[in-house]
């Protein structure tokens, strides 16, 4: 191995970039399923999302057959001329007070049977009304949504005593290097749990990234049970709903172990062995749902009661410019020889509906 105690090298940046994503493809996973992406240029990445209109909401009151006015939780996907569906009657939007969150609609419209209205029951979007003749229709639009993260610091030094690095030691040739290595896990480690646990993080010259638990919001269930296949379908279902699965997506099963064992044992009395078989045991490294086949991956770095389904293809690992893992040698300072591995980060992660979690699994 090739000493690093050069005088020409002390104070230059040496990447070590690809030594990190070697490291222990077990303990990093994430880290080592997405590896690195371009750098960004600012401490707080931004991103822009564009987000269509919603196409359904729900009511919040009950109506009567007779009653004209609706109460829903969002107006925003509905303007007047709107026909929409509540159950099997078609109503006409004929009025919309956006401070009420009140439509007013004509009810059972295109001879339609009105019907009673119940709370909590799904009303649906389904097309504007179109005039022959009619006068252009008043454009809207939405605008972009803007997103952010924050890059993160990870750092660490070397410290080699004269001493240390004199006496042999059984199996080292390059104690500083050895050294080094093991300071490359921790920090490879360091930046995995803050892309899953990270939370938004701003004090003075201290910046934290936020991770995927925090960014994920929309598709989040609390199962509150044990963990099956059922659970994991009816997540992707609602991905679904919220448009993820509309670019396909490469779409990953994560869980720590607890629940890795879980899925390998879920529906376990639907497999049948044949008569020549002589092993027992099952493992399961892919899901089968109604939305794809997801892999499975082990994360020990995840809570025990958690599991995410993600779209890998939406999230992204950005080092800011010039600041990606390097190691610097500091040279000797007294009796010992010094160095540093500084790196600096941020996570992105576009389109949070597309993914989504379960926790409070037993």
Not at 135 to 147: G, I, L, P
Not at 152 to 165: E, K, L, N, P, R
Not at 168 to 174: H, L, M, P, T
Not at 241 to 266: P, R
């Amino acid at each position: 191995m090739a000493k690093v105690f050069n005088a020409n090298l002390v104070g230059k940046k040496e990447s070590v970039v690809d030594e990190i994503l070697l490291l222990n493809p077990h303990q990093t996973p994430l880290l080592n399923a997405l590896g690195f992406a371009e750098a960004v240029t600012a401490v707080e990445h931004v991103w822009f999302e564009d987000e269509m209109f919603a196409d359904e909401t729900t009511t919040t009151a009950s109506a009567l057959v007779g009653d004209t006015a609706v109460v829903v939780a969002d107006v925003s996907p509905f303007r007047v001329g709107s026909v929409i569906k509540i159950v099997d009657e078609l109503l006409y939007v004929s009025a919309i007070n956006t401070g009420t969150k009140t439509l007013t609609v004509t009810r059972g419209y295109a001879s339609t049977t009105a019907a009673a209205i119940g709370s909590g029951v799904k009303v649906e979007f389904l097309f504007d009304e179109g005039t022959e003749g009619a006068d252009a229709r008043a454009a809207r639009s939405k605008a972009r949504v803007r997103k952010s993260n924050l890059t993160q610091i990870f750092t660490d030094s070397i410290d080699i005593s004269g001493t240390a690095q004199a006496v042999a030691q059984y199996g080292i040739d390059n104690l500083y290097e050895y050294e080094k290595q093991k300071k490359q896990l921790e920090l490879a480690l360091q930046l995995e749990k803050a892309l899953i646990n990270g939370t938004f993080y701003e004090n003075g010259q201290v910046r934290q990234m936020r991770g995927l638990r925090n960014f994920i919001t929309t598709n989040v269930t609390n199962v509150a049970g044990a963990l099956t296949v059922d659970k994991i379908n009816t997540l992707a279902q609602t991905i679904y709903d919220a448009g993820g699965f509309a670019t396909g997506g490469d779409y990953k099963i994560m869980v720590a172990a607890k629940q890795k064992i879980a899925l390998s044992n879920a529906d376990a009395n639907k497999i049948q062995l044949t008569r020549g078989e002589n092993k027992r045991g099952q493992v399961v490294d892919f899901i089968v749902t109604d939305f794809g086949e997801f892999e499975i991956v082990l994360n020990q770095n995840l809570a025990a009661d958690e599991l995410f389904l993600t779209d890998a293809n939406r999230l992204s690992i950005h080092p800011l410019v010039t600041r990606e893992f390097s190691h610097t040698y500091l040279g000797t300072k007294g009796d010992y020889q010094t160095g540093q591995i500084i790196g600096e980060y941020t996570f992105k992660v576009e389109q949070e509906r597309a993914h989504g979690r379960l926790k409070g699994l037993s």
